[in-house]
């Protein structure tokens, strides 16, 4: 492993490296695949695993045996999201999305892994959704905002995410078939938004459509949930419209053009 600049205080710089490398790998890594990455001493790296899982910045899977990053992490990571710009944009546009769809429940997320995790939520009259906080995070193939996240990845980073663990259903209409998923987000990317047809909550439907930063890299997905019993076609088109648009107005005030 290769450092741009040296290590000031050495074991702050390897935990910090730690969690990088295991938010960042396709695949939850193992304790052996950690040890070949930072070439630290096994003693070593043993302390600071245990240090990061006691203040929850890792969570270690007792049957896997692989790391995934903890809930202090996630929190951290959405108390920053809240104080940046970009958060306060995608904030204020959920709540827009909310108000112009008469009080339907908005959300926003981004991608972790194979789990969307939720960063803004405007709560409806009628609250049809499970998400329960901010950092609130759920396995991204049940979800609208889930699958329009993870339409933009390639074949490769799909299938390690994936293809090797078991899709979690949530209700009889989840898609649980991995080439099933992969053949709804080949269609969820052609179209630019994704149905989430009661797959997560029963008599809940959800809309999403991405959210794109100046670079045109797609950082996060905006939705809005409606009963499924006051589904019409007609407010159908009206959802996917106005979700579309409002996806596409705060890539734009990100810098999108």
């Known amino acids: 492993?290769?450092?741009?600049?040296?290590?000031?205080?050495?074991?702050?710089?390897?935990?910090?490296?730690?969690?990088?490398?295991?938010?960042?790998?396709p695949k939850p890594p193992t304790f052996s695949a950690i040890l070949e990455y930072m070439d630290i001493p096994k003693s070593s790296l043993s302390y600071l695993l245990q240090d990061l899982q006691n203040r929850?910045?890792?969570?270690?899977?007792?049957?896997t045996r692989v790391y995934y990053p903890g809930l202090k992490l996630i929190q951290v990571s959405a108390a920053c999201m809240n104080n940046t710009n970009v958060s306060r944009e995608i904030w204020q546009g959920a709540k827009m999305l909310s108000d112009a769809l008469g009080?339907?429940?908005?959300?926003?997320?981004?991608?972790?892994g194979r789990y969307a995790v939720y960063i803004a939520k405007c709560q409806?009259?009628?609250?049809l959704s499970v998400v329960t906080n901010i950092g609130f995070k759920i396995p991204a193939h049940s979800t609208a905002v889930g699958k329009v996240l993870l339409s933009s990845l390639s074949e490769e980073e799909l299938e390690a995410r994936l293809a090797?663990?078991?899709?979690?259903?949530?209700?009889?209409?989840?898609?649980?078939?991995?080439?099933?998923?992969?053949?709804?987000?080949?269609?969820?990317?052609?179209?630019g938004y994704a149905i989430d047809n009661q797959?997560?909550?029963?008599?809940?439907?959800?809309?999403?459509?991405p959210i794109y930063?100046?670079?045109?890299?797609?950082?996060a997905a905006i939705s809005a949930t409606v009963p499924a019993?006051?589904?019409?076609?007609?407010?159908?088109?009206?959802?996917?419209?106005?979700?579309?648009?409002?996806?596409?107005?705060?890539?734009?005030?990100l810098g999108k053009v």
């Open 1 to 25: 492993m290769s450092k741009s600049k040296p290590a000031i205080v050495k074991s702050a710089s390897r935990a910090l490296d730690i969690i990088e490398y295991v938010v960042k790998n």
């Open 56 to 63: 929850d910045y890792l969570q270690l899977d007792s049957e």
């Open 103 to 112: 009080g339907e429940t908005a959300h926003a997320a981004i991608l972790e």
């Open 124 to 127: 409806g009259v009628k609250d």
């Open 164 to 191: 090797n663990v078991e899709l979690e259903r949530f209700t009889e209409k989840t898609i649980v078939s991995y080439q099933q998923i992969i053949e709804e987000l080949r269609k969820t990317a052609k179209q």
């Open 199 to 209: 797959e997560i909550i029963p008599g809940g439907v959800c809309v999403a459509a």
């Open 213 to 219: 930063d100046k670079s045109h890299k797609m950082i």
């Open 229 to 253: 019993m006051r589904l019409t076609d007609e407010l159908l088109q009206e959802l996917i419209r106005k979700v579309k648009e409002s996806g596409d107005t705060i890539s734009m005030r």
